[in-house]
Each structure stands twice: as structure tokens, then as C-alpha cells.
């Protein structure tokens, strides 16, 4: 096989086969032919050469170097002038950048200064990296590896002892960093004849560059003798000795028919020093002979004679300086592919084909069925790069959010929401419409599309909803990993908001029980004698007012206001949470033990994923953004009034830490292998109720111009669209492209009059038997949410979705209300029973909705007192006659305002079962009075969510949770029961 040849040429460096194993002659057409026989095995190099910047430069050369003749002045130094040349004409385009090219070193800490001065001439970086003498073959290739992920290196030059050049560190270098042109993937590209793709040993360019100049000729024909010549530099000198139409030999020093080779032979390479025993009177007199064996680049030096008679330096060049300038020519050269690799690629998905089954498998038994692609070749295909995924197991990954500063000048996609008339506690299938969607985009319509879901909690999966990732032949895959766990995301928000609480409580019990010096010399100890201020303490005494920052130097003023908070109980607004519906969490008493000195107060659990650090991991923009919006949540008001945040409880930093890897997108896909975005999974009665801006930014860059991003909002239009528009895009800067209304025949009989309608209860006759008055009286809902959708002047598009007990009478009279009462079309979608093929009507209306005239805007205007704001959400998107303020709503808005957070966004808290405040209220309720309960405050998130009614943030389980269906196969480890 070609890599096993490939190793062994390299081994032979180290391990000089026995003389009774050499034959005197080999002539590299018999090895190049074995490599050749099985190159397939290689994978492509990103890109087809490089033109762009070599191409124009190539125009602008007066005297261009190389070629059979004399050479016009030094060699090296227009190798020198042209890279610098090229680099200057490629950071014109790009200012930032500066190629990076680290050298690593074993024993020897001194690096050649003429690889320094040539890098600096040419404006290269260099990092030099020594490491000890005696350091082992695994500690240099974990040093490779290193340098192979970052991102900011790009090029790698070993410079070791001969006995540390193994086949493994010479292959642990990526292909893609390799100066020297020394791994085995260059060198079969090489052997290939790819010379555009590959990276060519700088030795070797550099032997053959001068054997053309000292021939005077062309060298076809000639025979060239490679004497002690192995490894990586014999199979390139080979390959390009052979393309320049020369015979080859190639042998060792000791072989016995040395003599008669060098007499037969018009020209030799040297490539080690030469034996004592080894007599000078064998060398031709006017041998013309290049010596390579005191290589600057590699960095081990024979210790033998040097050969007498040798002819490079004749040219007026050293194979070594001249080596060093292409190795630096490589390095510009790289450099300019890895800046092509960079730039936005064209899609090369292949989709994966569906079977549906009639009638159709439950949602696990459909999702098993499929065999998904490797994560890997998912990510490939969209355009991710390799150091721009993290791969958590076989199916998922996080994309890293250094893909959007790689594609800042990348156009966005087409925005696409989906939301939904007010639901039946059943949910009327949104994921299920929104992956119908882009199945039928990408896979049937050859649009790039992308999905983008929130992350299902464990909460509703083993209560009453089951799992989220859709239904039918259009959910995500595979459904129990997108149900369960994911990438932990939610127990990272578990374990930092529970942080935080722990955090507030623990401060109220020393500053209940120690004085201010006590504390002032816990919380600033002496280490080693001196005391510093942490980063975070540094900040909270700013905020004072108190510029100092020696910690002996305060008064005992400044450390009572530096260590007391001096938190208010009654007011704490910060509660643990659990990802698990228990109602016996809703209140409980915290403090009972005895340890903590009768310091016990009433609190509550939530669930998850109804923290404030939900919703800012929903709405952040980069790292740096979700650590500010950490630090200014808002956990209680200190006794005068004033908020206490997470920064002043010096909890901000951990609290990033623990979400440092949640705030990466997880890359997964649908049953017919089009990407998906899970990321985030905020309530949308308590919160915004919509993924990450993060995700919906990096997909509207990944599906180009053209393309598609489908993201959904929770629950009906008037509270997840609502929210979406008037919280989400003002935090993200993006403008939405069309709306996607989803409606289902059984909730608009619901809204029409029908009976009541229970999760898990069997469906009563109204819902599977056709009626017309219902449907008809039920429109009212889907024609209200069209109006809303309408006040943000986005098109919108109907998606009935269809149910096998819907008549074809009821789907004609819901698409012909929607049409006449605004939406610019109306489609019936079969995606739940035929995958994306019977969405494809939905998707080529969505295509020409997004050409129609786009006149977005937001509801209000964020410098409007608090109260109007609400009131106008209240009477445009619900229809209320009014609101009606409780005294403690009123106190919270005048004390919100009075803070200095009365120009923030409102998040309404509301049923989602009714446009009103009253669940039982279907249709489109009117004249009613809306109550406003209590306003709270999400400062990190960045919105006020006012409580309307009652409102539970922790789900109780039912009598027959879903969970009672749930087990796991021990033998397969497979999970069955997941919906």
C-alpha cells in the first residue's frame, strides 16, 4: 500500500537497512511505481492549487527566476523578493493577517539566524519552540499536536536530532502545515503528480533548481546519482528529478558498486557526509555534485569528512540559504490556502433518502430506521471547517463561534419563523412543520436551509408533552439524543444559576455573622504576607466610587460599603432550579439545619429552563457579551433600595466558565441529513420562548445568499412571535423574511366551540369526524393571529397541517379564510406522514413570500414608559380593553424605572392556551380587563416580564407521566417509549 511505502522510506532515515539488503542500483521509477499503484487512498487537499495572488504577481515580474538557463542574479533572494511580493499583495485584501510559522526544536535552543532573517525579511511571524534533549517521541508529537490546532500557526518546521525523526512525528504534523513537504499525504500528492495541491520538500525544489543551473541545459536525460539520500527528500527528489525527464539511482554510502555508480553517473546529490573509508580519487573530476547534507532546515548535521569535490557552490548558491527562502515561499503559499479555505464554500450535501411506511411507525421506531451521517461529513458538507467542530459522539457536535468572524463579510440567508394559532394542550406541530420545511427546501427544492430548535427539557419529556424533536418523517435524529441530555447544555444553566443562589444565601449568612474586619480579611486574605483585590473586586470598587487598590490602604468606611451588600430578603428574585417537573418544589423552606444559625427563609425551585441564564445563553452575541449580561443579573435589592447583581456577589467569571461550552450551537440533522441547530430552550410563557440568536447567526452565514434559516418560536403568535419580533430581533439586528403560521384543523374546532381537548384522553368525535361550522367559527383564532403577524409587516404563510381524520372539504375552507384574510398563501402539508416531499408546496410558497415587499417593524418604542408598553401588547396582539395593575405590579414598575431599567423590552408572562388571560377562553376573547399580577426584572437578559394572572414556573407531573413508558433495553442499551 502507498502509506506503508511511504512510512517505510521515511523509517529508513533512522534505520539504514543492512548491507546485505542493498542491491547497489534502484532507480526511483520502480519505488514511484509501487506508490503510485494504490494513491486513491489519499483525500483531496481542500483546494485546486493556489492562482489568485501567485498568478498576479507572476505578471508584475520583470526578471522571473528558475528555468534551464543561467539564473539572473541570486536565486534565493528573488524566491525572498517575490514571497515578500506576494504576502504584501495578499494582506492588502486581508490587513490582519500575518502568516505564523512555528519551528520546533529538540536539545538546541539556538535556531539558524538565516531562517530568522528570511522570515523577517519576507514579514513572517515565527514562534520557536524548544524542547529538552532527552524528551520523548510522544511528548514531541503532543507538542505537534498542539500547534496543529491553533489556529493563529500556519506552517510547522521540525528542526531535531536524526535519531527523533520517526515515521509517527513526521505524520503527526497536518498535511496542511507541513513546510518541508515531509508527511506521507504530501508526499503521495507529489508522487501524483497534484503539484498544485501538495506541499513540495524546499530541499528538494532547491537541489533540483540548482542541478538545472549548473547543467546549463536541460536535464532530460541526464543520470543523477542519489547518494545517501533517504526519507521523505529521496521520494520528492525523486519525483521531481523524473518529471524533468532524469534517470535516477539511488544508494548508500557503503553499497560495494559505489564506485562504478559515480563513474556512470553525470550528476550526484549528497545527502549525508561522506565515510573516511570512502576514497576521493572515485569522484569524477568534473563531477557536478550538490551537497545537502549540512541542512539548515532539518537541523541535524553529519559528523563525518565533507565531500571534496562538490559543485553548488559554483552557482553562486548554498543548497541550504537557497532551501530556507522556498521553505519561507511554502510557508506564504499555505498561508494563501488556508486563507482560501477560510472564504465561504458551496454546499455538498447529499441528502438521505426516506421510505415512508404506511401507516406510520411511532416517532422512535421512524427515527431508529434511519441511518444518519457521521457528524463529521455533515459538517464538511455544509462548509464547517475541522478546527471550527467539537464532536460529541457519532451524530452531534458544537460549532465553535469563531465561524462568524471567518464569515463576516458572508451574506445572510433569508430569515424564516414559524410560529402558530393559539394550541391545544396537545401542540400543533411546529418542529414537526418547521423540519417538513427544510427537509422540502433542501432535499426536493436543492435550496440550502438550515433548522433552528430549541433544546426539549427533560421536564415535559417525562411529563406530559413526551419528545420534541417532531414527529412522523420530519423530526430531528436521533430523537432520544435530541430528547435526553444533548450536549448538557441545560445542566450547565442548572449548575451555574444554582451557583448563584448558593451564592446569595451563603453572603446573607457571613455578613449575618461577622464583622467588617472578619470579612474584609476573608474575603481579601493575606497570601504570602500581601493581600490583592481580585479582577472582580477591582470592578466592585469602582462601582463605589472607591479608586484605591491597595487593600491596606481603606478606611473602615470604604470596607463596610466594600463588604456589606446588606441584602433585603423579601426581596430576592433568585430561585434554584432542577430540570425535573416537582411540584413540591413550588415552595419550601431553606435553612432548617442547624449549621446555619436559624437563617432560614421561603423560597422555590423552577424549572431550568425557565432561568434568566436560559434566556441570555438565548439572546447573547458573542462570549464577552454572555459574561457582561452574567454579571448584570439582578438577584435582590440591597435595604436601601438599590439592585445587587451577580457581579457584586464576585460570582460573574464562574458563572462563564460553567457556560462557556453551552453557548456553542449543537450541529445535528434530520431524517433526510439536512443540518439542524439545537440551541437553547427558554419557556415562552415565562420567557421569549425562542432559540439562540447564536444559532440563527451562524446558519444564515453557513446557507449563503440564497439559502434558508428556519427558526420557530413557542407556542401561538401572540406570545412566541410577539416576543420574537419585538425581544429577539432587536437583541439580534436581524429582520425576519416571512412567517410561517401553523394551523390545524382540530384547534381551530377547539377555538370554534369544541369540547375541551386533554393530553392523553382520547379525542372526542368532533375532532375526527368532519365539521364545516366548526372549522368555520374556529378561523376567528388563525384570522387574529394573521392580524398580529400583520402589525410587524411581515408576509405570512398558512401551514395547515394536515391529520388523517382532516376531510378534504375542511383543509379547502382553512386554506380559502387564510387567503382572504391576508396571508399571502395557504398550503396543506403531508410532511408528518411523506417527509419533506409533502412540504414542498409550503416551500415553494415560502420562497415567493420572501420576494414580496418586506416592511418590518417593531410594536413599540423601547423609550415608552413601562406601563404603556404593556398596555400596547395587551390591546394590539390580545385584544384587551385594559390592563389592571396590582399595587405590587405598580411598585416593581416605579422601582424598575427609578433604576434605571424602564427602557427595556417586555417579555409578557401569560397562558399560552388563550389569546386572554383565561385558558379556558377560546376563539378571540374580547372587552376583557387584563391583569397584571407582579413585574419582574431579567436585567441579564435584557427585558421586564410583567406576570399576568397566575403563573407557574415549575410543571407539575400528571397521574400517568410519560415517563411510565420510558425503559431501556440493557442488552442493546436502546431506549424505548420516547414518544
Request: include cysteine; hydrophobic fraction near 40%.
Amino acid at each position: 500500500m502507498m502509506l506503508s511505502a511511504l512510512r517505510r522510506l521515511a523509517w529508513r532515515t533512522l534505520v539504514p537497512p543492512p548491507a546485505t539488503r542493498r542491491t547497489g542500483k534502484r532507480k526511483s521509477s520502480g519505488a514511484a511505481g509501487k506508490l503510485l499503484s494504490s494513491g486513491e487512498a489519499f483525500a483531496l487537499l481542500p483546494h485546486r492549487g493556489i492562482c489568485g495572488t501567485w498568478s498576479r504577481l507572476a505578471k508584475q515580474q520583470v526578471t522571473p527566476g528558475g528555468g534551464t538557463g543561467g539564473l539572473q542574479g541570486s536565486a534565493s533572494r528573488e524566491i525572498i523578493e517575490s514571497s515578500r511580493k506576494a504576502l504584501s499583495l495578499l494582506q492588502k485584501e486581508h490587513p490582519t493577517f500575518k502568516p505564523t510559522l512555528s519551528v520546533v526544536q529538540v536539545g538546541n535552543d539556538d535556531l539558524e539566524q538565516e531562517i530568522r532573517n528570511v522570515a523577517e525579511e519576507i514579514g513572517l511571524n515565527l514562534v520557536h519552540i524548544c524542547l529538552h534533549h532527552d524528551c520523548t517521541e510522544n511528548e514531541i508529537v503532543d507538542e505537534i499536536t498542539k500547534i496543529n490546532e491553533d489556529s493563529k500557526i500556519h506552517g510547522v518546521l521540525l528542526r531535531l536530532s536524526k535519531e527523533s525523526y520517526t515515521s509517527k512525528i513526521l505524520n503527526a504534523v497536518k498535511p496542511e502545515k507541513d513546510v518541508n513537504g515531509i508527511t506521507d499525504f504530501n508526499l503521495a500528492r507529489l508522487v501524483h503528480g497534484n503539484m498544485h495541491e501538495c506541499v513540495v520538500s524546499p530541499v528538494a525544489n532547491a537541489v533540483v533548481q540548482l542541478l538545472e543551473k549548473l547543467a546549463c541545459a536541460s536535464l532530460d536525460g541526464k543520470k543523477v546519482l542519489l547518494l545517501a539520500v533517504q526519507g521523505p527528500l529521496e521520494v520528492s527528489l525523486q519525483c521531481l528529478l523524473q518529471r524533468k525527464g532524469v534517470v535516477t539511482m539511488s544508494c548508500p554510502w557503503e553499497v560495494k558498486e559505489l564506485q562504478t555508480m559515480l563513474h556512470d553517473a553525470d550528476m550526484v546529490v549528497v545527502g549525508n557526509t561522506k565515510p573516511k573509508e570512502i576514497p576521493v580519487s572515485w569522484m569524477k573530476s568534473k563531477m557536478t555534485t550538490v551537497d545537502c547534507s549540512h541542512d539548515i532546515l532539518w537541523g541535524h548535521y553529519g559528523s563525518s569528512e565533507q565531500l571534496v569535490k562538490h559543485s553548488d557552490q559554483a552557482s553562486g548558491e548554498d543548497v541550504g540559504h537557497l532551501a530556507v527562502a522556498k521553505c519561507m515561499q511554502n510557508l506564504v503559499k499555505i498561508s494563501e490556502r488556508w486563507i482560501q479555505a477560510q472564504q465561504y464554500k458551496n454546499w455538498n450535501l447529499r441528502c438521505l433518502k426516506l421510505q415512508p411506511l404506511s401507516p406510520v411507525p411511532s416517532d422512535i421506531e421512524i427515527s431508529r430506521a434511519q441511518s444518519p451521517k457521521a457528524v463529521d461529513v455533515l459538517a464538511r458538507e455544509i462548509g464547517l471547517l475541522t478546527d471550527e467542530i467539537e464532536i460529541y459522539g457519532q451524530t452531534k457536535a458544537k460549532v465553535r463561534l469563531s465561524l462568524l468572524e471567518r464569515l463576516k463579510d458572508q451574506p445572510d440567508g433569508k430569515y424564516v419563523l414559524v410560529a402558530g394559532i393559539t394550541p391545544t394542550p396537545l401542540g400543533e406541530g411546529k418542529s414537526t412543520v418547521t423540519i417538513g420545511l427544510v427537509q422540502a427546501l433542501t432535499a426536493h427544492l436543492k435550496v440550502n436551509s438550515f433548522a433552528c430548535l430549541r433544546q426539549p427539557s427533560q421536564g415535559p419529556t417525562f411529563g406530559v408533552k413526551g419528545g420534541a424533536a417532531g414527529g412522523g418523517y420530519a423530526q430531528v435524529i436521533p430523537m432520544e439524543e435530541f430528547n435526553l441530555h444533548l450536549t448538557g447544555d441545560i445542566h450547565a444553566i442548572t449548575a451555574a444559576n444554582n451557583l448563584l443562589a448558593a451564592a446569595i444565601d451563603a453572603r446573607i449568612l457571613h455578613e449575618n455573622t461577622q464583622s467588617d474586619k472578619a470579612l474584609y480579611n476573608r474575603l481579601v486574605p493575606l497570601v504570602q504576607g500581601e493581600r490583592t483585590f481580585s479582577p472582580i473586586q477591582l470592578a466592585r470598587m469602582k462601582r463605589l466610587g472607591i479608586t484605591k487598590t491597595d487593600p491596606d490602604t481603606l478606611t473602615a468606611d470604604e470596607i463596610n460599603r466594600f463588604v456589606r451588600l446588606d441584602i433585603d430578603e423579601s426581596t430576592i428574585t433568585w430561585q434554584r432550579v432542577v430540570d425535573t417537573n416537582d411540584r413540591f418544589l413550588r415552595k419550601i423552606t431553606i435553612g432548617q439545619a442547624n449549621t446555619e444559625k436559624g437563617f432560614s427563609r421561603q423560597t422555590q425551585f423552577d424549572i431550568a429552563v425557565a432561568s434568566e441564564i436560559m434566556a441570555i445563553l438565548a439572546l447573547t452575541s458573542s462570549l464577552s457579551d454572555m459574561k457582561e449580561r452574567l454579571g448584570k443579573i439582578v438577584v435582590a435589592n440591597n435595604k436601601k433600595g438599590e439592585p445587587v447583581t451577580a457581579e457584586d456577589l464576585g460570582v460573574t467569571g464562574a458563572l462563564s466558565v460553567l457556560m462557556k461550552d453551552a453557548i456553542k450551537p449543537t450541529l445535528m440533522q434530520t431524517l433526510e441529513g439536512t443540518p439542524v441547530f439545537v440551541h437553547a430552550g427558554p419557556f415562552a410563557n415565562i420567557a421569549h420562548g425562542n432559540s439562540s440568536v447564536l444559532a440563527d447567526k451562524v446558519a444564515l452565514k453557513l446557507v449563503g445568499k440564497e439559502g434558508f434559516v428556519v427558526t420557530e418560536a413557542g407556542f401561538g403568535a401572540d406570545i412566541g412571535m410577539e416576543k420574537f419580533f419585538n425581544i429577539k430581533c432587536r437583541a439580534s439586528g436581524l429582520v425576519p423574511s416571512v412567517v410561517v403560521l401553523v394551523a390545524t384543523v382540530r384547534a381551530l374546532k377547539m377555538h370554534g366551540g369544541g369540547p375541551s381537548v386533554t393530553a392523553g384522553a382520547p379525542l372526542k368525535k368532533e375532532y375526527t369526524e368532519e365539521n364545516l361550522k366548526l372549522v368555520s367559527d374556529g378561523c376567528s383564532n388563525l384570522r387574529k393571529q394573521i392580524e398580529i403577524a400583520q402589525l410587524f409587516g411581515v408576509p405570512v404563510v398558512v401551514a395547515l397541517n394536515v391529520f388523517r381524520t382532516d376531510s378534504p372539504a375542511e383543509i379547502d375552507l382553512v386554506c380559502e379564510i387564510a387567503k382572504q384574510s391576508g396571508a399571502s398563501d395557504a398550503v396543506a402539508c403531508y410532511h408528518w406522514s411523506d417527509g419533506g416531499r409533502g412540504a414542498v408546496e409550503l416551500a415553494q410558497a415560502v420562497r415567493r413570500a420572501a420576494n414580496q415587499k418586506n416592511s418590518f417593524r417593531y410594536l413599540y418604542d423601547l423609550q415608552l414608559p413601562i406601563i404603556e408598553k404593556i398596555k400596547i401588547i395587551a390591546q394590539n396582539v390580545y385584544g384587551a380593553q385594559d390592563i389592571e395593575l396590582s399595587p405590587a405590579a405598580q411598585s416593581q414598575i416605579a422601582r424598575y424605572s427609578q433604576q434605571g431599567f424602564g427602557n427595556l423590552p417586555i417579555c409578557m408572562a401569560k397562558t399560552h392556551l388563550s389569546l386572554s388571560h383565561m385558558p379556558e377562553r377560546k376563539g378571540v376573547p374580547t372587552g376583557f380587563i387584563l391583569p397584571i399580577s407582579d413585574v419582574r426584572a431579567s436585567i441579564g437578559a435584557g427585558f421586564i416580564y410583567p406576570l399576568v394572572g397566575t403563573m407557574s414556573t415549575m410543571p407539575g407531573l400528571p397521574t400517568r407521566p410519560c415517563f411510565y413508558d420510558i425503559d431501556l433495553d440493557p442488552e442493546t442499551e436502546q431506549v424505548k417509549g420516547l414518544f
